[in-house]
């Protein structure tokens, strides 16, 4: 089953702390883990991207960690600012031979506090 | 990445009647994508639009409910056929420049509420 399962639901956190956002999935066919950013009233964002092979990968404030044997990865976000708040969608990509198709984790509301 | 635009932003429309909204992208791409997103929830696929090809649709979405049009590399259309309130959603329009590429663009959205 296609399936990628994302925690927590929701986040609260403190400007200047860390948010930590978790995924797993089980297909082993994944080959391509983005992370997208979405603001209320706006279309998903591309954010930061894994690829299997690459244990974490950094991009200024984000960082996203991949364990490959657990089937897990996640996104960190350091140092977290009031502009953060938004909702963060995980998501798994897979090749079928005609097309790339993207299954997406239920997403994340994260609001970071003053 | 490309700059993706939808028309309409937003619409209210009538129980049994259909609406058609429109991606246009700025640069030619391979691959466009139907999303439905509902309030708060996450992004469902609808179908894959290949230009030149018929539409793949997912399990549950069908041609006739979601007919789409894909005519050039840089447009197409999804049409919500014969409406109904639980169609009320978000429908997302995203693009890929090869069948193979990784990376998706999405554009803003288009907010459909069926009364």
């Known amino acids: 089953q296609q399936q990628v399962k994302q925690s927590p639901q929701s986040l609260i956190v403190q400007k200047g702390g860390i948010s930590i956002i978790n995924c797993a999935y089980e297909?082993?066919?994944?080959?391509?883990f983005p992370w997208y950013q979405q603001f209320p009233g706006k279309g998903p964002a591309l954010l930061i991207a894994i690829r299997p092979d690459v244990s974490e990968k950094k991009e200024g404030r984000f960082t996203i960690s991949f364990n490959k044997s657990a089937k897990q990865f996640s996104l960190h976000i350091m140092d977290s600012q009031p502009g953060d708040s938004a909702t963060y969608f995980c998501?798994?990509?897979?090749?079928?031979?005609?097309?790339?198709?993207?299954?997406f984790g239920t997403g994340t509301r994260l609001q970071v506090t003053l | 990445s490309a700059v993706i635009s939808q028309k309409p932003s937003r619409d209210i429309c009538q129980r049994g009647t259909s609406l058609t909204i429109q991606c246009q992208v700025d640069?030619?791409?391979?691959?466009m994508f139907w999303y439905r997103q509902q309030p708060g929830q996450s992004l469902t696929l609808i179908a894959t639009?290949?230009?030149?090809?018929?539409?793949?649709?997912e399990s549950g979405f069908v041609i006739d409910k979601f007919p789409i049009s894909r005519p050039n590399l840089t447009f197409s259309t999804l049409t919500v056929s014969n409406m109904s309130p639980e169609d009320s959603s978000i429908y997302l329009c995203?693009?890929?420049?090869?069948?193979?590429?990784?990376?998706?663009?999405f554009g803003p959205g288009t907010r459909l509420t069926v009364t």
């Open positions: 297909n082993t066919a994944f080959d391509y």
């Open positions: 995203s693009v890929a420049s090869g069948t193979n590429s990784y990376e998706q663009y």
């Open positions: 640069s030619q791409v391979t691959m």
């Open positions: 639009a290949n230009q030149g090809s018929e539409a793949t649709y």
């Open positions: 998501a798994a990509r897979v090749y079928t031979g005609t097309a790339s198709k993207l299954t």
